[in-house]
């Protein structure tokens, strides 16, 4: 039985291209500048912004194949461009490109099956008849991989009979689409036959079909796409908030802090929840329901806490339950996941428009933390915020702790609050947190001073500090903990340290299980500052080791030294001697605190 939720608020900006971390990072932050400065002028001037997008691609030599998040989201704004300037055809061949890049990319940047939509229209629109099948082709192909239902394969299959249909009715038309319209990148008619799947982790059991599910619950004000498909069934418009379960496949062969995805160069062109992780079901749930469902959970359960993800900007609802799912399933957390949503557009250059909305998704967010406090029977409750969606974060606990009326010292409503790479104001955040503080048991700041994506927000606000930087000039504060990153984040514009990096992952782990302090932890050191800066230091703790048997103690099967050898002798590790010795030692340690 579960006994645990957990709230963590997400932003990513991009992924690891091959190369120079830092000087793709400085490239990173100055392109999402730009397309962040171009994007402004998409409503009212689409031609000069189509103009000034051509040139950034020539400038910095982007061509067919990107080799990032921002990269592929600046053609994707070269195709909706083209469609804004009545160059239809055109337009639709970026995205019948990118929809094939999409599919076979070693990165989730985006769902392929919105982009073959997209060209589809846009073909059709055209007079592109064949080129627009080729496009529902392609869909179909997506979600046989996938096991989609046949409800979904029989409404593509009625699109693909009725394009045939008018094909066949306009002989000469489509003689001319074919000589016309070349197809954007040759792909096979169906998927290679999957190759057996690698050997599950030793730190987990083989699941029987090749891959486990993580059933994560969700609070979104996203607007329903009237898509059936769970990774469109909302979109990045303005909703109401709703509630319900999606439901993650996570396959045997997972990677720690990875989110699988299909890539090109090994041969997978469509994902496959064996392989990669897909959104299997989604499953809205009024709130009566919802609540009823979550106090099942803990039923029985004799720890009830509470763990829920908020993510942020550039982030679509399938990512971010993905995300969830994979802290979620990297923990062995024992508790339930629970997703907030709010309308990213999902888009590098949509800063602006993220800004924009995730102010007003705070105040939803305070509503449903709390009735998470009130009605989801978890007895405590942690939250973790990255980057913009600490903005959200930030406003919502202000607001719970005036309406709460929350003394310095009485009884918080949260656990642990963890505010990764906040994307806010840091003087605003260090005034903020005075009125914030009695609503956790802890609060702790990650930063980082290698943090390229909040480099760009600083730029883009005036030059002045954001929350998350680290180094010299880390925000401290008696009232929290605050710990500098640096040494770790291998992802591109190095934003996504919180989640990627086993190391991280402990210090998340040791925090929900004991409520430790810096000190108590593993791998941090203390600066001389009268409130110190913790640093993580690399290499310091043997965090691949510990994280399975601080699994264990989460779930209350280690309370003593006697405890965590016998779980030990219980589980064999292929990890050597030495290193299991120093997992135990470190482990004895936490027990004494």
Known sequence: MRSSICLVIFLALGNTPPGSASAQAMSGAMLATEMIRIDALVETSPRRALDDV????????IGASPENRPQFDLLLMRARLLRDTRQTREAAMLLAELGQLAEGAAAAWHDPISLFEQAARLFEEAGELAAARRQIIAIMRVL?????SEQDLAARRG????????????SSAMSNTFAATPSPMPFAASPPAAAPPAAASPARPASEQGYHTVDVYYATDRARTGNTRPADFYGAGRGTLETGMVTVTIPDTHTPGEIEAPSVWRLEFSPSPTRHMTLQSIEPLEGDDFFARMNGEFRDAPERDAFVFVHGFNVRFDAAAKRAAQLAFDMRYPGVPV???????????AYIAD???VRLSGRRLADFLQDVVDRSGARQIHLVAHSMGNRALTDALELLSLRNGLPEGGDPLFGQVIFAAPDVDAGLFEAMLPTMRPTAERMTLYSSEADWALETSRRLHGNLRRAGQGGEDTLVSPLIDSIDMSDLGEDFLAHGYFADDPSALADLMLMFWRNLPPGARCGLSAGAQDIPIWRYRIGTCPSREIVPLLAHAM??????AEDLRRIMDENPSSVDEASLERALITMESFLRN
């Open 555 to 560: 779930r209350g099967q280690i309370t003593s």
């Open 339 to 349: 997703l907030y949503s709010w309308p990213s557009q999902g888009r590098t250059a």
């Open 355 to 357: 800004t924009a909305v």
């Open 159 to 170: 699109e693909r009979d009725r394009l045939t249909a008018l094909m066949e009715g306009s």
């Open 54 to 61: 051509e040139a950034l691609l020539a400038r910095a030599g």
């Open 144 to 148: 046989r991989a996938s096991a989609a």
